[in-house]
């Protein structure tokens, strides 16, 4: 033991991942070294374990608890301040009001003209609004998962060259629309298929290199636990229990993220790729367990 | 004359108020006469004895009871709202279920042996004790005590939502429970047992075990494979573990924020897996054990008490690394943690 002991106020800290994680990790290396500092943080695991047991129920009732009026102010705060806002001010003036319904009137007047002179264009506007409808909800869906590995398949999303010849004589060829419409409905059912999982903000944060191999199957594998748990998390997990998974979470972020900088300086290292497998798994396996739990508890319902 | 009035207005008067008193002294008599039943049973039969301060469903007591014959080795399904579940093996091929102030009991037979046609699998369900209709919902046990008498031989598959759960000399045991401690003794040929608020105990068993919790510990003692290739899994997340006399070759340990201490001899050729996030790995073994220790300690510490033949020693920063080995180092033994302190003690 080399450093001085630390207090309970900063044990306690330490606990609640108040700290800065250059001194969490300071902490860390000191608690796993000193006894008398090692006693204190499991006094006080026993004590914050104790106060969460105690106040499990308080918890867990439908009070509106402090952090929730909280939120529901910042919430209506952020309503207020919301876009829209300063252009309705904008609006109210009474010159920039007349200037808008002129501009508006002759909008209106150009448009009524211009649909008299060519009545086809308006049905194929109308059935191009359709499909244009249709191709979005496509599109939206394989967002989210284009971002991670479902990019080869976002080209044949745009079927261009029928889409024309089709929206034109919809109302007359809808057998030919449909075939169109079936492919997309494919894509959307494939990239949904895909096991490829959505990325959350953890996922994000990780991203796999090179030099570990199989890292990639860990990020794919946590993220899609991730997904699973956020879901549910609120539901699934008691106020102590959530306290202690939180709290080992960010643990293992913190070792995953510190053995990643550790691997990219130096790709030989072999013992820093295999504390971050490890660490990873311990990921997982936090993970899994909150996963299994929810299912089990669908399970019994 | 004014005497013998008195005396006999004294008279009346006792007679009257012996007359008054009279129904008070029946009442405390009936009372007195109130005492418990004492069964006796036939040698042979268990004796069920009605426990005090029992919580009375509807203003009294009500116990629930169901048997039925099933082959030697049945396959036993079932799943425990609440309540305290005790399973027990015994040598009949029957299993008999008793429920005391919950749900009432139905013993569905799923499926029969062709040569007995005895029941291999049975589903032990419960369903309302108000309910007046017929038994036919699959709803899971409920009440204060819960016990089952099944054959020794049985595979006890059981799901729970918050239930202390005992099961004594059975086959095989698969038990999932949200909530509760579990506790596993004499299981011959397997167990898997899961609970996500509470502890894990296991003694006196064989086969492939696994056990998991969540926020509890994690104990296990003199178990052993009962086939070759049988292998030991415990994970916790933030729970201790605590392993003594485990016999098997093949054993995976892991915990998050929880330690490991493991106390008994390495089998040769065995594979030994102990891995924690910053929790403490502590290991009692023999001074003369003969194992290759693979110790990776990222930010943790190492400290052995047992001499050490160390092969490689790399101390960079963040990525601590030792590989040595004790005696003939017939065991592999890899200890893996990020943040927390190897120690290796004789035992």
Redesign the interface.
Known sequence: MTDKCYDIGTIQAFLDGELASEQTEVIARHVSACDGCAVLLAEAEEESAFAFSALEQEFNTLVPTQRLWTKINDSIEREKKSFWKPIFVFLRQPSTAAFASLIFVAVVSITLLSLKSDEPAKIATRNDAKIQNLIPVASTNLTKNAAISVAPSAPSLNPPVKREANFVNYNQNKEEVRPVKASLVQIESKARNSKTPVATPDAERITASDNVAGEESYLKTIASLTETVNERKDQTLTASSRFAFERDLAVTNDAIKKMKKEVQKNPNNEAAKQILRASYQNKIDLLSSVADKNELMASLK | MTFRNTITRKISLTVFSLLCLAPFSFISAQIVEIKPKVVVAPAGQTVRVKRKNKKVVGGRETFAEKSIAVDAKVNISL?V?EGNLKITGWERNEIRAFVANGSKINLKVQQKSRQTNNPVWVMVTGSDPTDEKELSSEE?LSGEEIELDVPRGAIVNV?G?TTETKIESVRKVDV?N?GGDISLNNIEQGIKA?T??GDVMVENSGGAITL?T??GNIVAFDVAPSEIGDIFKT?T??GAITLERIEHRQLEI?S??GSIKFVGAFNGGGQYDF?T??G?ILLLIPEKSSCKINA?Y????FNSEIKLNILTE?N?S????LIASIGGGDANVNL?T????IQIKKQ
């Open positions: 799943c709202s899971c799901k939502r999932k949200i899961a996500y608020e998991e969540a926020n994970k997340t933030s892991g998050n924020s891995r996030q910053n403490t990776l990222g930010f943790g510490k790399n960079i963040r990525s601590q690394r893996t990020y943040s927390g302190a």
